[in-house]
């Protein structure tokens, strides 16, 4: 057994973003990087004689971080590491596999939906013993100690086979490559009427199409829909996984998911469209032409979660990010439960889940998961809408619109700004924050300022407060704006500005939404001057 100590410097910059660290490849490429965090996640978490899961979502660079992980685990004394078969592991699939072996945490490897390959981007996340992103009191002592880190341990041994399930010693410690998908599908079935679905895919009057984005879903999507599930060979389009996305840019939106979006909104459309991200945590839903935005989705699945087996006894509340549209808080209210408004990312749902305060969560960014894992989970979303459509025998659109009839509309839309000059972006917010007390009371043409403030939350469990969360403007008649910078951007600054208006008469649900939200969208513009500080004319990307 030969373990090294390798003498390296920090390098200042490894501070996690909303889902971890994320820096184009080259960055990671670069000597001591990896290393250097990996070591700091060791060093600040004590993980001597532990269980700890690895896995990735098969992006570029996704095989030699682990063979580096997996030497660097059994040198600083990890007792046991689980590993997805070559080396991927969905997120949701990771929170699972670490949940169902009461592992002590897990380190997962993605970039999300950054695109990927020699010139795209990669990342990597600890996650804690509830399956669930770290915290920010961890997150913020793995990147103090990246800032005073002198030296790490790794194993000089060679790489291992990771392509077959079967199990391996590294020095002291075991090693177990697993096939994620059983255990995955298992849980999947726990929560789900598979004998319905399976009805609904072969009755021969229901043609969907999952779009894999040749991301991580891939292999996941054939096992459950084509295998297991009884739909035609084909339903589950890009599902090769590729280490570049196939060139893609893997978020299922309506820009980058477009082969889906031909397919559902072309002619002989099939009922029900999907599609999952990069790391398989995010959803979009489509109809036949017809596209379900990610807030509506989390209030549709909130309203009808009575109907399926694993919510049938009632949801102990719904949590949503600030930004998501309030449609949710109207169905919390309906049914008698509690909704709570969390600042953006996936780990502020944690302790609300733990605590079962929340069952389901979901958020603007085509997230949806609930207390089956501490991560958002695209195929469970596909599955919780194919189980609605199989009990109520309706279409995607029926669905929304009775919804919408029953609860109101709210018209809701994200406008991104990407890969803006940084030093800019954070001068505009600067100078929002500056306004902020002096605009209640103010008219925009017919919209006036009911109140405005940059979003903090103090946490219901542990009482810690999160603070700048995302700059909320809010007019009389419900209608709102947010302004924030993204944090899971590597290049430049994102700006998102987030519109929302609240429409009940049924009559004006057909209006176009860029048209309802026409007046925010340029009262918006008008007080953070978005076009000066950003130097652009228009988003780059409209969801
Ligand atoms: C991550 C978090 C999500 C969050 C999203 C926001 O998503 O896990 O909870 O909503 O970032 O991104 P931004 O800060 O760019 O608005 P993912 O899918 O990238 O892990």
């Known amino acids: 057994m030969n373990i090294k100590t390798i003498s390296t410097t920090p390098f200042n910059d490894q501070k996690p973003g909303t889902s971890g660290l994320r820096k184009s490849v080259k960055v990671f490429q670069s000597p001591h990087y990896l290393e250097n965090f990996v070591q700091s996640i060791f060093d600040t978490l004590q993980c001597e004689n532990k269980t ?24 600083n004394g990890v007792g046991r590491m689980l590993v997805g078969q070559g080396g991927i592991l969905s997120t949701p699939a990771a929170s699972c596999v670490i949940r169902e072996n009461q ?17 795209g981007d990669f990342g990597i996340k600890y996650n804690v013993t509830n399956g669930g ?31 077959r399930p079967g199990s391996f010693k590294l020095a002291m410690m075991d090693v177990e490559v697993i096939d994620p998908v059983v255990p995955y599908i298992k849980l999947m079935e726990s929560l789900f009427d598979f004998d319905r679905i399976k009805d609904l895919l072969t009755s ?25 599930l009884g739909a035609p060979a084909g339903t589950v389009q890009n599902g090769i996984p590729l280490e570049d996305f196939g060139g893609g840019h893997p978020d299922p939106n309506l820009v980058y998911a477009h082969d889906l979006v031909e397919v559902l909104y072309g002619e002989n459309a099939p009922d029900f469209g999907a599609a999952s991200d990069g790391d398989g945590d995010r959803n979009m839903i489509l109809g036949r032409h017809f596209f379900v935005t990610p807030s509506d989705s989390l209030a549709v699945l909130t309203a009808n979660a009575h109907l399926v087996p694993g919510y049938k006894d009632g949801l102990a509340g719904v949590a949503r990010s600030m930004p998501t549209s309030a449609a949710c808080d109207r169905v919390a209210e309906k049914l008698g439960i509690d909704c709570y408004e969390t600042p953006t990312g996936w780990k502020f749902f944690g302790n609300l889940l733990d605590a079962n305060k929340a069952t389901l969560c979901g958020e603007e960014s085509f997230g949806t998961g609930s207390n089956h894992v501490r991560e958002k989970d695209g195929l469970w979303a596909v599955l919780f809408w194919l189980n609605i459509l199989a009990v109520r025998g309706e279409s995607v659109e029926q669905i929304v619109r009775t919804h919408w009839q029953t609860y109101g509309r709210n018209f809701y839309s994200r406008h991104d700004y990407e890969e803006v ?22 008219q925009f043409g017919n919209y006036q300022v009911a109140y405005s403030d940059d979003f903090s939350y103090t946490d219901p469990v542990d009482g810690s407060v999160s603070q700048k969360q995302g700059i909320r403007i809010g007019f009389t008649d419900g209608s709102r704006i947010v302004f924030r910078l993204s944090g899971t951007g590597t290049k430049g600054a ?22 309802a939200l026409a007046p925010l969208i340029a009262i918006g513009e008008e007080i953070a001057q978005i076009r000066k500080f950003t130097d652009r004319e228009a988003p780059t990307v409209i969801t």
């Open 52 to 75: 700890l899961v690895v896995g990735g979502d098969g992006r570029y660079y996704n095989r030699q971080a682990i063979q580096t992980i997996l030497k660097m685990a059994a040198a």
């Open 103 to 119: 592992a002590f945490g897990g380190i997962v490897l993605s970039a999300s939906h950054n695109p990927g390959g020699p010139d």
């Open 133 to 163: 992103p770290a915290p920010e009191k961890i997150t913020d002592a793995i990147y103090d100690r990246t800032k005073t880190i002198d030296s790490y341990k790794i194993l000089e041994a060679a790489d291992l086979d990771l392509d």
């Open 204 to 228: 021969g009057k229901f043609r969907m199409c999952m779009d894999s984005l040749h991301a991580v879903t891939g292999s996941y999507a054939h096992a459950i829909f084509e295998q297991r």
């Open 421 to 442: 000059d940084a030093a800019r972006a954070n001068e505009m917010v600067e100078r929002l924050r500056s306004l902020l007390p002096n605009l209640k009371g103010q």
């Open 494 to 515: 994102t700006l998102r500005l987030y519109l929302e208006s609240y429409e009940p008469d049924a009559s004006k649900h057909d209006r176009d939404t860029q048209e």
